[in-house]
C-alpha cells in the first residue's frame, strides 16, 4: 500500500537522522546520539503542527572552591572574544541581559557572573542546588540556542585592565603580564576572574578585585594571599603584598555582615562567628 503524504514526510525526516560520536561528559568522553540534520520540512496541509527541528545542546558542570557557586559550561563562547568579564549581583542590575534577569527569577539565585566560555551562578547557602541546577539548564539552554548573545549588543567592554598602558613602569607592566597568562587563566578555571585595581609603588601594594565564584569563597583569602601574593612576590622583588579591593557598595555590605557578626557575638558568645574576616581596602 502507499503510504499517505504525511507518512512519507515522517519517513524522510526520520532517514536523515543519524548517529554521531561527541563528547559529553569527563566522566563519559563518548557517547553515541541521535541528531538530525535539522531538515527544513516543506509545509504540507495535513500536519495540524508546524515542524520544530531538533536542537541539541550539552551544558557541563564543574564545582568550584566555593560551595554556593556552580560554574556552567555550554561549550559554546559566551562573551565576544576579548570582552571584560560582567557580574551581576543584583536582579535590578541586568537591564543589559535578559538571561541574568530570568535566572534572578529562580528561587535561591545570588549573583550570575559571565567568563569567555562560561556562566557562574552562586546562590544563598540555604538554597539547594537540586532545585536550582534544573531551572538553570533549561534557562541557558534556552537563551543560548536561540543564537543571540546573553549581553544586549554594545553592553560589553573589552578587558583593559591588564592591557598595556602607555606610561606604564616596567613593574606595572611586568604586574600586567602575570596576571594576564599565568594567574587569570587560574582564576577563570575556579569560575571567578580578577581585575587590576593599581600597583602603590610606595608600599610595594598590588591591588586586585576578585570577581564570580570567587569574591564570596571562604578560601578567597588563601587564594589572595598563598596564591596571587606569593606568586606576584616570587617573580617580582618589588610586590611586597596583594590586597583585595571592594567597590562602595560592596563595602556597605561587609559592614553590615560586620554589624551582624558582631549581634551574634554578644548574643551567642566570641565562637558565633559566620565568617573570618578578609582583608580589603576601600577605594
Excluded at 599565568?182 to 570577581?211: N, S
Excluded at 601574593?229 to 596583594?242: A, C, F, G, P, R
Aim: hydrophobic share 35%; aromatic share 6%; net charge negative.
Amino acid at each position: 500500500m502507499t503510504p499517505r503524504p504525511a507518512m512519507r514526510l515522517l519517513q524522510r525526516t526520520f532517514t536523515s537522522i543519524r548517529p554521531i560520536t561527541r563528547p559529553l561528559s569527563t566522566t563519559a568522553p563518548h557517547q553515541t546520539l541521535l541528531l538530525t540534520s535539522r531538515p527544513t520540512a516543506p509545509h504540507h496541509p495535513k500536519l495540524l503542527t508546524p515542524f520544530c527541528p531538533f536542537r541539541s545542546m550539552f551544558i557541563q558542570t564543574e564545582t568550584t572552591p566555593n560551595p554556593s557557586a556552580l560554574k556552567f559550561l555550554p561549550g559554546v563562547s559566551v562573551l565576544p572574544s576579548g570582552a571584560q568579564s560582567m557580574e551581576y549581583l543584583d536582579g535590578r542590575e541586568t537591564h543589559s541581559s535578559p538571561l541574568a534577569r530570568k535566572l534572578f527569577s529562580v528561587d535561591g539565585v545570588r549573583s550570575v557572573f559571565y567568563g569567555p566560555d562560561f556562566i557562574t551562578v552562586t546562590k544563598s547557602e540555604d538554597a539547594n542546588w537540586a532545585h536550582i541546577k534544573p531551572e538553570v539548564f533549561s534557562l541557558i539552554t534556552e537563551a543560548l540556542n536561540a543564537g543571540g548573545s546573553v549581553v544586549t549588543v554594545g553592553e560589553t567592554v573589552m578587558a583593559e585592565d591588564t592591557a598595556p598602558q602607555e606610561g606604564d613602569s616596567e613593574v606595572v607592566a611586568m604586574i600586567k603580564e602575570l596576571l594576564d597568562t599565568r594567574i587569570r587563566p587560574a582564576i577563570q578555571e575556579d569560575g571567578g576572574d580578577i581585575e587590576f585595581r593599581g600597583f602603590d609603588e610606595g608600599k610595594g601594594e598590588v591591588k586586585l578585585k576578585l570577581r564570580g565564584a570567587c569574591r564570596t569563597c571562604d578560601s578567597s583569602t588563601v587564594t589572595l594571599k598563598n596564591g596571587i601574593e606569593s606568586m606576584l612576590m616570587h617573580y617580582i622583588e618589588e610586590v611586597k603584598t596583594v590586597t583585595q579591593v571592594m567597590d562602595q557598595e560592596e563595602e556597605i555590605a561587609a559592614k553590615e555582615f560586620e554589624k551582624f557578626e558582631e549581634r551574634l557575638r554578644m548574643a551567642k558568645g566570641p565562637q558565633a562567628t559566620a565568617s573570618a574576616p578578609l582583608d580589603t581596602v576601600e577605594v
